[in-house]
Structure formats: C-alpha cells, structure tokens
C-alpha cells in the first residue's frame, strides 16, 4: 500500500509506554509524525488486565516489553498486524512471531550509549580517573615527587592488552570497534556468532573458561537468559587472572555479586558496575565502599539520544510495513537466543 505524507489511514495505533514518553520534548515530533498515519492512543498500562481493552481495539502497537504479549492476550485481540517493541522477552517473541505478525524491536538503539559507557569504565578502571577526581575535591590527593618510584604499576594503559567481550551482539560489536583504535587482542565468547564476524574485528573465539584466565580485561555484553544466569559464578571469578579488569554493562543476573564481592576485597580485581540485583542499590550496600569497585547507577544506555532512536526506528518500521518494505529492526525466529528470557 503506497502511503502518501498526506494521507492518514483508518487504522488504530496502540502506544503503550511510560507516562513521560508523551511529555518527553523530544519525542513530540515522533507522535506528530504517527498521528499522521494512524489514530493513536496513548496509554501507560503494566498488566494484562489493564492493556487488554485498549488491545482489542488496536490494530497495530508500539510498546516497550511490557505487558508481555502472551497467547492469552493475544486470543483477545482482533489480530494484530504490526508490534514495535523497545525490547521483548523469549516468550512473547515466539507468541507474536507464531501468529504472524510483523515484529520490530528497537533495542539495539541502546548499543551505541552502551559501548560508549563501557568503554569509559574500563578507561575509568585501569586510569583510576574518578579516584583522582574524588581525591582533588577532598583536597587528599597524591603528587609523584620522586619519577618513576612513585608512579603505581597496577595503573595501566589499555593499548595493546589482552581483552574478553561476552556476547558479541550489537553492544558487544560497537565496543569492539572502539577497541580498535587500542590495538588490543580481542578474545569473544558468544556461540551465536558467525565466525565471519569474530574475523572481521580480528578476534578470537574462545569458551568461557579458556577465555578468563587470558584477560587483562573482560566485558559483560549478553543477554540475561537461562544459558547466561551467574554465568560469572564464584570460581570463574576466582578464575581471572590477578588485577583483571570486570566490566559489567549487561544485566546483574550475570553475575554472582557476593562472590564478585569477595574477590575485590582481596584487593587483586577491579570490577566496574552499572546494573544491581536491587535497583536502586540499597544505601547501605557493602558495594558502595568497596575500594577497587567502580559504580554507576544503570546509566549506560539511559541517554535522550537512545530513546529517540529507539522510537524513531520502531516508526521507520511501522512506515515500511504499511508500504510493504523490508523493515530495518525486524525479528526474526534466529534472533530469540540474543533476548532476555
């Protein structure tokens, strides 16, 4: 169906989000841009039972991940043509796709925020740059007096280490592209990945278990999921080598954070964290003062720019699927290993 900027079709169009994607500035031009295709209504359901009467009068959605499009719900509908998600689990992925429909997801809009905050974490860990900033404001900083005795030999430069990413996704890969420009060894585990694409960064594949006793520094980048829960367990911790570098941008259940914990404290592992069993991360957590553990609040991704991209996407691919393109973001049933269970 050709569409004309003019034109506006008799579909109805479900956007179900939080409340401040409709107030957010930036997004404005977004849903202006939408009103012209479709009639839209905006809503900010959690559950269910709250989405399913606005499901059934949808003839197409654009939603995050939640509520999840199970085949109960589902059955409800009249029958959905087009769902554009943020991001989506296992389970409403194979529902939506068995049924038909065309389905987007748009959260690798997310990757470029992402590789770029775990770049500057491991740069952050290895230069110690917080740790300086923290002890110039508390005016306890230290001065090399007498050059080089006084320089700290665990303060490193990332050029030309050895370093693991964990899951060569599109997170995985834009970090592996900034880490050219450092001529490290890049070593990958991710069993999904054609080799072609480990060759094209000049990587490695290896296991897991092979892979962390090599690294001077290893990322988290993979999908939380049944393969991946504590994939960091108390002896693959244990098992990196002495004052490695851990980066975890992905998500908390990758990690078991007591053991994780108790290695740092033994003062020969940095860590840098950006995502918690418990969000917001309790104020008395034993994390918060925990020298060699560097914090950020699960901002990796969270930037304007990601969440216009996000959206932008999921609108491009509505617009193809009413011409009958190809849509850029389209999932596919290869895809569902990549998500989050």
């Not at 748009?106 to 500057?120: D, I, K, Q, T």
Request: proline share 6%; aromatic share 6%; net charge neutral.
């Amino acid at each position: 169906m050709a569409l004309s900027p003019f034109t506006k079709i008799a579909m109805n169009l479900l956007i179900n989000l939080p409340p401040t994607f409709y107030s957010q500035k930036e997004l404005a031009p977004s849903w202006e841009r939408l009103a012209k295709l479709a009639t839209i209504r905006q809503t900010s359901h959690n559950t269910a039972d709250e989405i399913v009467a606005d499901l059934t009068w949808a003839d197409h959605i654009l939603m995050w991940s939640w509520p999840a499009l199970d085949d109960a719900l589902l059955d409800k509908t009249g029958g959905l043509g087009f769902a554009g998600h943020i991001d989506i689990g296992q389970k409403g992925a194979r529902a939506e796709l068995a049924r038909g429909l065309a389905v987007s997801v748009s959260r690798s809009g997310f990757s470029p925020a992402v590789a770029e905050m775990a770049l500057g974490l491991i740069l952050n860990g290895l230069r110690r740059i917080s740790d300086y900033h923290s002890a110039m404001r508390n005016a306890t900083e230290k001065w090399v007096k007498v050059f080089p005795s006084d320089i700290d030999p665990l303060e490193r430069e990332l050029t030309g280490m050895t370093v693991g990413i964990v899951g060569l996704g599109q997170v995985g890969r834009r970090l592996a592209h900034f880490l050219r420009a450092f001529d490290v060894k890049l070593k990958v585990v991710d069993p999904f990945v054609p080799d072609a694409v480990i060759r094209g960064f000049d990587a490695e594949r290896l296991e897991l278990d092979a892979m962390l006793p090599q690294c001077d520094v290893v990322v988290l980048c993979a999908a939380s999921n049944d393969g991946t829960s504590r994939l960091l367990n108390e002896a693959r911790i244990n098992a990196l080598k002495p004052h490695a570098l851990l980066v975890n941008v992905a998500r908390a259940a990758l990690v078991d954070y007591r053991a994780l914990q108790r290695r740092v404290q033994k003062g020969d592992l940095l860590a840098a964290v950006d995502v918690f069993d418990q969000e917001p991360l309790p104020a008395d957590s034993p994390l918060r003062s925990l020298p060699g553990l560097y914090l950020t609040p699960h901002r990796a991704g969270g930037l304007i720019a990601s969440v216009m991209r996000n959206i932008n996407w999921l609108i491009e691919d509505f617009e193809a699927h009413l011409k009958g393109q190809p849509r850029r973001h389209a999932l596919t049933e290869a895809m569902i290993p990549s998500l989050d269970a």
